[in-house]
């Protein structure tokens, strides 16, 4: 009996000596897992959003709704040899158009204006393109500054817009138009401008062409050219049209001052 239970403790002994070593091999031979260390995430910054000023709003509104209103206005063009050849460049366009080859001042009075004049009203714009065939005469420029501002107190009236563009520069000079140089024509658009009333608004185009014309006699131009200008023309329109309705827009956001009254001293009794 005691042999029994010394083998019996002997065994148990055994087992508590390997237990150690069991749990080695049983740590060793099981994968180990690698814990994916933690990042820190920094909290998204708020994207700042651009400030726009109400004023700016109010332009940028202004701007949309005269574009959308310019889309159905006509558009009356009278003008010389220059203007026949922008009419073949873009196009009739929708527009009414009134031009002949070499015509100046006593044209555009007898024949050119009346013969549209009754197409203007409410929804016209008038564009006047004239002058290069009377530039060596800087006299005539009282002649048309008096007529068109005459002309353009009537329209203007009826609701329409009165435009009077810059005479566009010379490509290069030449023996074929003596007389007529840039020089000459810059005295010209200056004489003008300074003459037109308030109801006629000059569109300087010679500016934003000069240098960059492309010609093959010097005075008329290349169709690309023709192109540029009446779209030049057509931004000076909606410029003049935006600048005009935001000014008004404005006043009228502005409060209205308050007038101050003066207490009234009582009136003595006698």
């Known amino acids: 009996m005691c042999k029994k239970i010394k083998g019996i ?3 148990a002994l055994a087992f508590v000596c390997l237990m150690p070593r069991m749990i080695v091999n049983a740590e060793e031979a099981a994968p180990v897992t690698e814990v994916a260390p933690v990042t820190e995430v920094a909290p998204a910054e708020a994207v700042p959003t651009e400030y726009v000023s109400p004023e700016a709003q109010l332009y940028n509104q202004t701007a949309a709704e005269v574009s959308v209103a310019q889309a159905t206005r006509q558009l009356v063009l009278i003008g010389d040899s220059r203007t026949v050849g922008m009419k073949s460049a873009v196009g009739k366009n929708g527009n009414i158009w009134s031009a002949k080859i070499g015509m ?4 555009m009075k007898s024949t050119g ?5 009754a197409n203007i009203n409410s929804n016209t ?3 006047i393109l004239m002058g290069v065939n009377d530039v060596r005469s800087l006299s005539y420029t009282s002649k048309y500054t008096s007529y068109i501002n005459e002309k353009a107190a009537n329209w203007t009236a009826l609701g329409a817009s009165v435009y009077y563009v810059s005479v566009n520069p010379m490509a290069f ?4 138009y003596p007389g007529i140089t840039n020089s000459v024509i810059e005295s010209w658009n200056s004489k003008m401008k300074s003459g ?5 608004t000059y569109i300087d185009t010679y500016s934003q062409v000069i240098g960059k014309v ?7 131009y290349s169709r690309s050219t023709y192109k540029t200008i009446y779209s030049l023309i057509g931004q000076g329109i909606l410029a003049d049209k935006t600048e005009k309705a935001y000014a ?6 502005q409060p209205t001052p308050e007038v101050a009254v003066v207490p009234q001293e009582p009136v003595p009794a006698y």
Not at 113 to 117: D, I, L, N, R, T
Request: proline share 3%; hydrophobic share 45%; net charge negative.
């Open 9 to 11: 403790m002997a065994l």
């Open 104 to 107: 100046g001042y006593s044209w």
């Open 113 to 117: 204006v009346p013969q549209v004049e």
């Open 125 to 127: 714009d008038v564009v």
């Open 173 to 176: 000079e030449t023996s074929s």
């Open 196 to 200: 037109l009333s308030a109801n006629v």
């Open 214 to 220: 492309s010609s093959s006699d010097g005075i008329h």
């Open 248 to 253: 008004a827009a404005l006043a009228a956001t």
